[in-house]
């Protein structure tokens, strides 16, 4: 495990990419009532995201997500809801089936060190 501040471990299984994809999410609440709605990711990772919700998404709830860039589907599980400062309601998911290659990506491996440009020094010359 890689350590990100002094006190915090890095636990995730792969690192997290913030960038806003559309997605379709759809599913069934425990009720029976149908939803449906378009909304975009906040960070993505190989294992899972987080995205925006427009209703309160109940943590355990089992979801499915289309990409709207490569059209893929996977099934997904909410493993944490928030509400944030500006009113926006955040839901953290993982994939339970069908998540391999769901955001066309590739992930560094976890704990990996970020790459580093090189910058030539200055000479100075007399």
Do not use: C
């Not at 690192?15 to 149908?34: D, F, M, T, W």
């Not at 089936?97 to 020094?121: I, T």
């Amino acid at each position: 495990m890689s350590l990100l501040h002094y006190r915090r471990i890095e636990r995730r299984r792969t690192a997290r990419v913030p960038i806003s994809i559309n997605v379709l999410v759809y599913g069934e609440r425990e009720a029976g009532e149908k939803f449906k709605y378009w909304t975009r990711t906040v960070s993505v990772s190989e294992h899972g995201g987080a995205m925006v919700v427009e209703e309160a998404l109940e943590v355990g709830q089992i979801f499915e997500l289309m990409n709207e860039y490569n059209n893929r589907k996977a099934q997904a599980k909410v493993v944490t809801a928030r509400k944030m400062r500006d009113g926006q309601a955040h839901a953290a998911f993982e994939f339970v089936e069908g998540g391999e290659k769901f955001w066309s990506m590739v992930f560094p491996a976890a704990g990996a060190k970020p790459l580093r440009k090189l910058v030539p020094r200055m000479v100075e010359t007399e």
